[in-house]
């Protein structure tokens, strides 16, 4: 097994369990600014860690053209939205 790929792995390990806990928030909470905020940062960790494993494995079409932009647009995404309604 590939260095680089023992560490991707490991990076969407980490990362996907991370974004699991924003996205069990999604359905408990019933306040809608928090469940969108925690969809938000949940699915851009998750999309994350996507990138890095496709990354590990190689797979430069997935990681770069894909993944990465995913992940980058999901995360602007939630920059607007906390700008707008995340401060009282």
């Given at each position: 097994?590939?260095?680089?790929?023992?560490?991707?792995?490991?990076?969407?390990?980490?990362?996907?369990?991370?974004?699991?806990?924003?996205?069990?928030?999604?359905?408990?909470?019933?306040?809608?600014?928090?469940?969108?905020?925690?969809?938000?940062?949940?699915?851009?960790?998750?999309?994350?860690?996507?990138?890095?494993?496709?990354?590990g494995?190689?797979?430069?079409?997935?990681?770069?053209?894909?993944?990465?932009?995913?992940?980058?647009?999901i995360?602007?995404?939630?920059?607007?939205?906390?700008?707008?309604?995340?401060?009282?």
């Open positions: 097994m590939d260095y680089y790929l023992l560490v991707g792995i490991l990076i969407f390990v980490s990362l996907v369990a991370a974004g699991l806990v924003p996205l069990l928030m999604f359905f408990k909470v019933k306040i809608r600014t928090i469940r969108i905020l925690s969809l938000l940062l949940g699915l851009f960790a998750v999309t994350h860690g996507l990138y890095h494993l496709s990354a494995f190689g797979n430069e079409f997935f990681s770069d053209l894909v993944f990465e932009p995913v992940s980058v647009s995360l602007v995404a939630f920059g607007l939205y906390y700008s707008k309604k995340g401060i009282v």
